[in-house]
C-alpha cells in the first residue's frame, strides 16, 4: 500500500512538466495537497472544541498566510447533545472580476470516537488538504468571480447523525448569511468530502442541484475522468442541505463508498494523492462553465 502511494506520487512528478507544458502553467498540486493531508493525520484525532482542532486552524491559517491569503474566523458556541461546544468556521476570500462569489467548501473537523483512535485522513483530512491547495491554485488563477474557500467545523455528530447533531457549521453559515443578507452573490457553493480514498469512485447525488452537478461530472469526462466520477447516482445528506434549502445552487463531491468509513482505518494507507488530483483537476476544468453559467 505504501509502495502504490508512492508510485502515484513519482508517478505525477514525472508526468508534470510535460501535462503543465502548453497549458496554464499553475493547476492544482497533489504534491502539496497531500503534505496537508499529512500534517493533519499527524495532529491526531480533530473533534469539534478540541484543543487539536486549534491546532488544525492554525495550521490551516498559516498556509493560507503564506499564499498571501487572510483568513476570517466565524467562530460561535453551539448546543450539542454533549452540551455547548465552541466551533469556528475559517473563510478565505480571493476577489475576481466580479464581487459574485462562488464557495468551495468542506469540512475540517473529524467525528468523536472514544472508543478507538480516529485520524480521519479522507473524512475530514482530505477536505481541508484540498481547500488548502485549491486556494493556492485559485490565487494563481484570473478568476471571472470571487472564490470563497470556506472550512466548516461541526460536521460530524457528536453522537449520531439525527434530529440537528450534524452539518453545525454549514448551518451557522447560512444562518449568519441570510442574517446579513449577503446570500444573494453567493451563486453557487462545491462541497468536497471524503475525497481520499485511493480507491476513488464519486457518485452523482441526487440532492445536489443539476445543472451544476452536470457541469462537474461533464468536465470529468472531458478528462477521461469518468472511471472516477461514476454516472451512477446516490442520495447523500452533508453540509449542502442548508445551502440547497436557502437556494443556492450547490454539489457534494462525495466519495461515501470507503471501505475505511468512521473506523480506525481512515489513515493515510486507505487514500491517495492521484485521489486529491482528480478531484482538483475535475474542479478546476468545471469552473470556467460554472463561471459562465453564474454570470449570464
Ligand atoms: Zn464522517
Redesign the pocket.
Known amino acids: 500500500m505504501v509502495f502504490s502511494v508512492f508510485f502515484a506520487i513519482s508517478a505525477l512528478a514525472v508526468v508534470g512538466p510535460f501535462a503543465a507544458f502548453g497549458q496554464q502553467a499553475r493547476g492544482f498540486d497533489s504534491s502539496r495537497a497531500w503534505e496537508h493531508l499529512r500534517q493533519f493525520v499527524a495532529i491526531g484525532p480533530r473533534p469539534s472544541g478540541s484543543p487539536a482542532i486549534e491546532q488544525s486552524r492554525k495550521y490551516i491559517k498559516d498556509q493560507l498566510a503564506a499564499i498571501g491569503l487572510k483568513t476570517v474566523e466565524q467562530a460561535w458556541d453551539d448546543q450539542t447533545p454533549l452540551g455547548r461546544v465552541h466551533m469556528v468556521n475559517l473563510i478565505a476570500t480571493i476577489p475576481g472580476a466580479s464581487r459574485n462569489r462562488i464557495a468551495i467548501t468542506g469540512?475540517y473537523d473529524?467525528?468523536l470516537f472514544r472508543e478507538f483512535r480516529f485520524v480521519?485522513a479522507s473524512?475530514?483530512g482530505s477536505s481541508a488538504a484540498f481547500l488548502i491547495e485549491i486556494a493556492r491554485a485559485l490565487k494563481a488563477r484570473k478568476n471571472a468571480v470571487t472564490m470563497e474557500i470556506v472550512f466548516l467545523d461541526g460536521?460530524?455528530a457528536v453522537i449520531e447523525w439525527r434530529g440537528n447533531d450534524h452539518t453545525y457549521g454549514s448551518r451557522h453559515y447560512v444562518e449568519v448569511a441570510q442574517r446579513e443578507k449577503t446570500l444573494p452573490s453567493l451563486k453557487a457553493m462545491i462541497l468536497v468530502?471524503?475525497i481520499g480514498d485511493r480507491d476513488l469512485g464519486i457518485r452523482r447525488d441526487s440532492n445536489s442541484t443539476k445543472w451544476l452537478t452536470d457541469i462537474v461530472w461533464n468536465a470529468a469526462a472531458s478528462l477521461k475522468l469518468s472511471n472516477y466520477f461514476l454516472p451512477a447516482p446516490t442520495t447523500v445528506e452533508d453540509d449542502h442541505l442548508p445551502f440547497i434549502a436557502a437556494g443556492v445552487p450547490s454539489v457534494d463531491i462525495i466519495d461515501l463508498d470507503y471501505d475505511a468509513?468512521?473506523t480506525q482505518r481512515d489513515t493515510l494507507d486507505a487514500v491517495s494523492a492521484r485521489s486529491l488530483q482528480v478531484v482538483g483537476d475535475v474542479l478546476l476544468a468545471a469552473l470556467p462553465q460554472i463561471e459562465a453559467r453564474i454570470s449570464r
Open positions: 469540512h473529524t467525528k480521519g473524512d475530514g460536521e460530524e468530502d471524503m468509513w468512521h
